[in-house]
């Protein structure tokens, strides 16, 4: 670690059964794909406050800090935004696009936009069945 060896050292450390010490070989590392990955081991072991401690210290040093989702997105079940549960509410409502965009004041092209975040993290193929799937999952009201 104290060689600047990140990958090598979160390595060692992963085989030796120390999340925790891979993930901080891997916090000050340059890269930011370390960082990433630093950030992701720390959240599988609901390390919030190391987490928050890293980024913290990242930004101090002059390293770029990663971006992840946001707090609100992080509590959402599927890891949705507040705009795409309510374009989802808005799908459920069975509203197409042009009437999503009028109703939220968005053009139709953002709205297309939230409809395919909503789609791939929903893993769904289709509208409607992101629209069963929103209130199934308790991320939307049922209606």
């Not at 030796?16 to 891997?26: N, Q, T």
């Not at 890293?54 to 705009?83: D, E, I, K, M, Y």
């Not at 459920?92 to 009437?99: D, I, Q, T």
Request: net charge positive; glycine share 8%.
């Amino acid at each position: 670690m104290l060689a600047g060896r990140h990958r090598v050292a979160a390595s060692e450390w992963r085989d030796l059964s120390c999340p925790l010490w891979s993930a901080y070989a891997l916090a000050f590392s340059p890269e930011l794909r370390d960082a990433q990955e630093c950030l992701a081991i720390l959240d599988r072991l609901g390390a919030s406050a190391v987490r928050d401690a890293v980024l913290r210290t990242r930004h101090a040093q002059g390293l770029t800090v990663p971006r992840g989702p946001r707090p609100a997105s992080r509590a959402n079940p599927a890891g949705l935004t507040v705009r795409e549960v309510e374009v989802l509410g808005l799908l459920a409502e069975g509203l197409s696009n042009a009437e999503v965009a009028r109703r939220l004041f968005l053009s139709e092209k953002t709205v297309g936009h939230h409809v395919s975040a909503v789609l791939r993290k929903l893993g769904e193929p289709t509208r409607s069945r992101a629209a069963r799937h929103g209130p199934a999952a308790g991320i939307i009201p049922p209606r």
